[in-house]
């Protein structure tokens, strides 16, 4: 998928997100209006539940399908890692809830400042990548000189510790495996390896610090590689380390 074509979606899911997140509610009060179904007591109560329950929810979900399957074309197509595509499908379910919750909380009037402080910080390494792929990078030479590779491999490792510590500090891991396999020893020894890992990858700090410094490095990485850049022409200049 071309930067121009994956631009499109991303700004055309992110405008019907911002719909049926928080003015449908107002599409949905208007239809209960025109319906007239006000006038008899009790009988808005069906229509409501199928706008705001349903095609809220759905329409939500039609988004979030749009931005990952645009995201997952555009690291093909770019012939990036597979693991730049894992981080994408990390990043995104950890934060499918928030982007959930974000239009009740607005509807509700709760400040900027509340509703930002649940924000995981996965959802501003996501943001991070897709801003990077809406670039034309496969036109932009691929060069040694500049330090390219070695920030391509910083990127990479940034991107692969943070979808690693978002796994080993997720406590939804073990009751999937326990779904899919149903074995109680497989979800002992998984708990066991998530324990060792979050261990390993806190670097001796408690909460998110490690996070912080890491997103601030891959975002310094992928802004360095588009400052960077050659002039058109080159080699595809987008496969990460």
Avoid at 34 to 61: I, Q, T, W
Avoid at 81 to 95: D, N, R
Avoid at 143 to 153: A, D, N
Wanted: glycine letters at 10%; proline letters at 4%; a positive charge.
């Amino acid at each position: 998928m071309f930067a121009g074509r994956y631009l499109w979606w991303n700004m055309f899911a992110a405008m019907a997100y911002v719909f049926f997140a928080i003015y449908f509610f107002y599409v949905s009060w208007l239809a209960i209006r025109v319906s007239g179904c006000a006038s008899l007591a009790g009988s808005c109560g069906g229509l409501e539940a199928k706008l705001n329950a349903v095609v809220r929810p759905y329409g939500m979900v039609a988004c979030g399908i749009i931005v990952l399957a645009a995201g997952i074309m555009r690291i093909r197509f770019l012939k990036m890692s597979p693991l730049w595509g894992l981080a994408f499908f990390v990043w995104f379910g950890t934060s499918a809830e928030f982007f959930f919750t974000f239009g009740n909380l607005w509807f509700a009037h709760v400040d900027m400042g509340t509703i930002l402080a649940g924000m995981p910080i996965e959802t501003l390494f996501l943001a991070a990548l897709v801003i990077f792929l809406c670039f034309p990078v496969e036109l932009y030479k691929k060069s040694p000189e500049g330090g390219l590779r070695v920030m391509y491999f910083v990127a990479g490792f940034t991107a692969s510790y943070s979808f690693s510590f978002t796994v080993a500090n997720s406590p939804h891991v073990l009751g999937y495996v326990g779904l899919i396999t149903g074995n109680d020893a497989l979800v002992a020894n998984i708990a066991a390896i998530q324990a060792q890992t979050r261990h390993l990858l806190s670097l001796g700090h408690e909460g998110l610090l490690p996070m912080v410094v890491v997103l601030a490095i891959f975002i310094s990485a992928l802004s360095y590689l588009l400052w960077i850049r050659k002039q058109p022409g080159g080699a595809p200049a987008a496969v990460a380390a």
